[in-house]
């Protein structure tokens, strides 16, 4: 494991901002945060940074202690922000430039070619920049050094959707070459997309964690019958949760893959029949309630 905490904890007087927080994440793994503003997202990203002295608990990178060994800690990452700032009067080759410097891992020709590929004219100074462009700036400086780890809060905040896909590929692109990416974000879609496992966290506490692959391929099925549903086989009944819906619709939430099912779905008495994929969306509203971004 590359990341690892253990009942990690951090109080403001009678405020829990994380409480009781366990986790780890395998190296070479993209791992999704999930959770709305003030759920913990930011507060455990600052914890295992160092930036925070927990109230209890510990948590560990590279079997480092975050806290007490932070400095040995930043070595072994990278880390964009949720607003990255920058000195306005500097342009953004000079910027690179100026953060390349600060750190052996990293390299100005990384920086450029990932710059490039984000379409951001580095020409310009940052006071010149939009909001957009600033964020491609701190991507390209954030992915840019050879470190085992990536933490990356909101990388997409701001950009156009075609740029996000050129995010979320450079995301993986950092996978393939063995980083470990942990993927702040409130767009379930992207973290859908382009992570391994999602945990959600709500008041600070974590309450669920899926592996992306298997919710996928779990199904929601809405029915609408003229007569009773006839029980499934015992090979295809293991794992199906069957609810009646206040609307008189018969729901069925499948484990796996739907293939199997048709079959026995043919031969219900059917009027009307959805069938669609659960997703993270599913996931998420189980514990908020409300549907996270689209």
Known sequence: MLIATEALSKHYGVVAALDDFSFAVERGEILGLLGPNGAGKTTLLRLLLGYLKPTAGRARIDGLDCYRQSVEVHRRLTYLPGEARFTRRLTGRDTLEFLAALRQESSVERAVKIADRLQLDLSRRVGEMSTGMRQKLGLAAALAPDVPLLVLDEPTENLDPTVRGDVLELVRESRA??????????????VEESCDRAVLLKDGRLVDSVRVSEVRRQHRIRARLTGPLQPAPPELATGLKVTELPSGETQILTPGDLAP?????????LAELQIEPVGLRTVYARHHGQEGGA
């Not at 070459?177 to 379930?188: D, E, K, N, Q």
């Open 261 to 269: 099912l048709l079959g026995w779905l043919s031969q219900q008495p």
């Open 177 to 190: 070459a063995g980083r470990t990416v942990l993927f702040s974000s409130h767009v379930l879609s992207e």
